[in-house]
């Protein structure tokens, strides 16, 4: 199992309807999650940062997020979360949500 954190700016005037999204998060997104051996993922948010986290339990991480990528419900799911975020400045390139590095951990 691998850690994974990230973070992305949500726009201040779709705050609302982001959680309103993720608060009834369309069960064939949550389902391609766990297909994609993603689990424990959850993000929080702290004024305009939203911060990912989840753990990934496959064994061909790209492999997985390639078929996430493919499915047309998540496409559908993304064209609409993707208006409403700002990815950092400071991300990789070709990331949409800024990959972080895992400094620490304590089970």
Same mark, same amino acid.
């Given at each position: 199992?691998?850690?994974?954190?990230?973070?992305?700016?949500?726009?201040? !005037?779709?705050?609302?309807?982001?959680?309103?999204?993720? #608060?009834?998060?369309?069960?064939?997104?949550?389902?391609?999650?766990?297909?994609? *051996?993603?689990? *424990?993922?959850?993000?929080?948010?702290?004024?305009?940062?939203? $911060?990912?986290? $989840? !753990?990934?339990?496959?064994?061909?991480?790209?492999?997985?997020?390639?078929?996430?990528?493919?499915?047309?419900?998540?496409? !559908?799911?993304?064209?609409?979360?993707?208006?409403?975020?700002?990815?950092? !400045?400071?991300?990789?390139?070709?990331?949409?949500? #800024? *990959?972080?590095?895992?400094? $620490?951990?304590?089970?």
């Amino acid at each position: 199992m691998k850690r994974y954190g990230s973070m992305i700016k949500v726009r201040p !005037e779709f705050l609302d309807a982001y959680k309103k999204y993720h #608060a009834a998060a369309w069960p064939e997104v949550l389902a391609m999650i766990r297909k994609c *051996n993603i689990r *424990n993922y959850s993000i929080y948010l702290k004024d305009d940062v939203l $911060f990912g986290y $989840f !753990e990934y339990h496959g064994t061909d991480y790209s492999d997985d997020i390639a078929k996430m990528a493919a499915d047309p419900k998540t496409q !559908e799911w993304w064209a609409i979360m993707m208006p409403m975020q700002i990815p950092l !400045e400071t991300r990789g390139q070709g990331e949409w949500w #800024a *990959n972080m590095e895992e400094v $620490f951990h304590c089970d």
